[in-house]
């Protein structure tokens, strides 16, 4: 028992190793998981080669310090990946809440509120706490069905309102999020010998860095496409003499649905393009720079699938 919590050990240190040069952007929640997975699967072996109660009880604390945190790092990368916007406040509220409940899990040997005894059993080369738990057991049980619950509602938030770019990422976080519930679970009512976590982390962790491997290459196509998008804007979209009045913009609003799919501002310098006004002109009507206006106009026409404001105009006036 104590080898296979040694290889999840050194495989989770490997992995977060890996992710620095799988995901060259180090997302800092990403680095978290990982950071949390390896502290976790670390108190887990030091656990498992305890020869004294206190030792092990360290290991214990040390465990549920990555496994406390861990859904706190996963609910802060969703509301990431799914562009919702919350207060910065929010996530030390959550940090404080984390740091109670880390409190409360690792109270054990100490006071009978989160385990009533605790002992340790060695059995087959390795160590285990064998817990009777105590009254505020359950409170991690609703810890973690709060963060389960809030991650469900922040994907399909984003989902509804066409907040994220990329709905597979969510819905993938999402599974990783419910597979780790369920094995928490199932080892809550299922008597067992060995804490499965720390396995289902690494597999977390393999299918992170695939997701993170295959989005890596796809940036790199949306990249590309986006390059040459912005020379078709430079030949072609800035100067243009077509244009609509108020009405027909408002009716060219409510009728393209395609347009749902762009942001306030680009939403905002489109109904300035539909005007004709130039790109200098959007500039200092918006009291923005050059650039950002033209960076906008890339994505519209991206987002909107023509190829440059000619094609726009045509595709507007088959609304009118």
């Known amino acids: 028992m104590t080898i296979f919590y040694g290889v999840a050990c050194i495989l989770s ?37 305890s020869k004294d109660l206190t030792l092990a009880l360290v290991g214990n604390s040390i465990a549920y310090l990555g496994n406390v945190f861990l859904p706190f790092f996963m609910f802060m990368l969703i509301l990431d990946v799914c562009n919702i916007k919350h207060s910065k406040v929010l996530k030390y509220i959550l940090l404080v809440i984390g740091l109670v409940m880390l409190f ?38 609703v810890y973690l069905a709060g963060y389960m619950t809030t991650i469900i509602v922040a994907i399909t938030y984003s989902v509804v309102k066409k907040k994220t770019n990329c709905k597979m990422q969510a819905i993938f976080l999402l599974v990783v999020v419910i597979g780790n519930m369920l094995v928490w679970l199932i080892e809550q009512f299922v008597e067992n010998q060995f804490e499965f976590l720390c396995f289902s982390y690494i597999i977390n962790e393999m299918l992170l860095l695939l997701m993170y491997g295959i989005l890596r290459e796809y940036e790199k196509k949306i990249s590309t496409h986006k390059q040459e998008s912005t020379h078709s804007v ?14 027909q913009i408002a009716i060219i609003f409510g009728k393209w649905e395609k347009l749902n799919n762009l942001t306030k501002r680009e939403k905002e310098i489109l109904k300035h393009m539909l005007l004709g006004e130039k790109r200098k002109d959007i500039a200092v009507n918006l009291f923005i720079s050059d650039s950002t206006v033209k960076n906008n106009i890339t994505n519209i026409l991206s987002k909107l699938a023509v190829a440059n404001r000619e094609e726009l105009c045509r595709t507007a006036k088959k609304f009118i």
């Open 104 to 141: 409360i899990a690792t109270t054990g040997g100490y006071l009978p509120i989160y385990y009533k005894e605790v002992s340790l059993e060695i059995l087959n080369g390795g160590s285990r706490l064998v817990k009777e738990y105590g009254v505020l057991h359950n409170l991690y049980f």
């Open 234 to 247: 430079d030949l072609s979209i800035i100067d243009f003499d077509d244009k609509f009045s108020e009405e």
């Open 13 to 49: 240190l490997l992995f977060l190793v890996g992710y620095f040069f799988v995901d060259k952007k180090q997302n800092k929640w990403i680095m978290c998981i990982f950071v949390s997975i390896f502290v976790c699967n670390s108190g887990y072996f030091i656990t498992s080669i």
